[in-house]
């Protein structure tokens, strides 16, 4: 997409921030911007904000917690309340459970045992911005890689979810324990993913599947669609 200006910002720590930029150059055909977190501003008139995987801050005190508080956070939070698309993947989707940006939590893995494999995800929610290149239902293979991706919420929280359609995705195969074996979970207003799988580990058949790209993609196809 011509124009298309995103942004991948990287933590101390961070270790998919190239996967995530070199997936959304391949995708949009433009390459994102790079920002550091102890940058104050983000660039302007961006579409889309990505926090990638990783250990940020060693996940020292609890995952994501450190990075929540960076610098480039309060512009992060700002931009997401002003409407722009954020995706948190694995240790980005912990930072926005953190900040603040999503309800809940992101405990360690019932087994206590890092989960590194192919997982099989059912989506949920073909409505929303980050969505709507799948159907409701679409069974779809993504990559996970971590150690704490158990998500949790009080059943009060977990029922609004539900009722609300901010469940995106869903495990087929509870890998981690996740309650209600939640694997993605957008904000209210639909402009917030965080998903603990990593769709730009899937976007080219080389990868070995290429089931991530259409989320990319429908970010892309909001924004033209507007």
């Given amino acids: 997409m011509s124009g298309f200006r995103s942004a991948v910002i990287t933590f101390p720590g961070s270790n998919c921030d190239r996967d995530m930029a070199v997936a959304l150059e391949k995708v949009s055909g433009t390459a994102p ?3 550091w977190h102890g940058q104050a501003d983000l660039p302007e008139k961006l579409d889309f904000i990505a926090l990638p995987g990783g250990f940020s801050y060693g996940d020292y005190l609890r995952s994501g917690a450190m990075a929540a508080r960076s610098p480039i956070m309060r512009a992060v939070i700002d ?6 698309p954020v995706l948190g993947v694995c240790n980005g989707f912990q930072v926005l459970t953190e900040s603040g940006l999503l309800p809940g939590a992101l405990m360690r893995n019932a087994a206590i045992r890092f989960v590194c494999r192919d997982a099989q995800l059912v989506v949920e929610n073909a409505g929303s911005r980050f969505t709507s290149r799948y159907t409701s239902g679409q069974a779809i293979t993504i990559p ?3 150690h704490d991706g158990n998500y949790f919420a009080d059943d009060e929280t977990l029922d609004r979810l539900e009722n609300e359609g901010q469940v995106a995705f869903r495990y087929a195969e509870n890998v981690n324990g996740s309650a209600r074996a939640i694997a993605g979970v ?6 917030v993913l965080g998903m603990m799988p990593h769709p730009e580990r899937a976007i080219e058949t080389a990868h070995g599947c290429d089931d991530g790209r259409a989320l990319f993609e429908s970010v892309i196809a909001g924004l033209v669609a507007a």
């Fill in 33 to 35: 911007e790079r920002v």
């Fill in 144 to 146: 996970v890689a971590h």
């Fill in 186 to 191: 957008l904000n209210a207003a639909g402009n």
């Fill in 79 to 84: 931009a997401a309340n002003a409407g722009v």
